[in-house]
């Protein structure tokens, strides 16, 4: 019951809700908006102490940050998490792409912004490296993951342990087959 209480009271944070942010947290993102509570870069310093957030939830945004940054950006996240708290990172499978792009199974992801004639190659690199007309390419993909590598980098930020989640553990949108969860504690 103390853990419940503990935690039901702590601040929660979502990194990266764009347009459709959870209820029950707080939000940050890149730009402001009316549901947005603090603007920053996700990939940088973030303007919080340390040990701020119990929870910190993050959907389809780590993917966005370029490769070189991940690291250090799961380093600043665990500087805000509570000792105890936990980090859920939601994500692409990029094994999931590879092993449909291999087996031209693609169709079952039914996914083909700008490819009517639903080239495999196309499909998998729009996965992989999805872009849309923003002239910052701030939508662009600039990593991918799988749950061994999530996991190790989740490993080289400092944080204690990792499991993958089921979407039943997703309070958020369901990205279909493609999605990819995982929680790390600090």
């Known amino acids: 019951m103390l853990e419940y209480s503990f935690m039901s009271k702590a601040r929660k944070l979502e990194i990266g809700p764009a347009a459709i942010p959870l209820s029950g947290y707080e939000h940050l993102d890149i730009r402001p908006g009316p549901q947005i509570d603090h603007v920053a870069d996700a990939s940088g310093e973030l303007p919080f102490v340390t040990e701020t957030f119990a929870e910190i939830y993050c959907s389809h945004l780590i993917e966005h940050i370029d490769h070189r940054r991940t690291i250090p950006a799961l380093v600043e996240w665990r500087r805000i998490l509570k000792t105890g708290g936990f980090l859920d990172v939601w994500t692409l499978d ?59 980098c989740f490993f080289q930020a400092g944080f204690a342990r990792v499991k993958k989640l089921t979407q039943a553990e997703n309070p958020g949108h369901d990205y279909g087959y493609l999605n990819m969860g995982m929680r790390a504690y600090k």
Not at 105 to 120: A, E, I, K, T
Not at 130 to 146: L, N, R, T
Request: glycine fraction near 6%; charge should be negative; aromatic fraction near 20%.
């Open 94 to 152: 990029f094994r999931k792409i590879a092993e449909l792009y291999l087996r031209n199974r693609h169709s079952v992801d039914g996914w083909y912004p700008d490819n009517p004639d639903r080239v495999s190659a196309l499909w998998a690199a729009k996965r992989i490296f999805y872009w849309d007309d923003d002239p910052g390419g701030s939508m662009w993909h600039k990593a991918c993951f799988d749950h061994e590598y999530l996991s190790y």
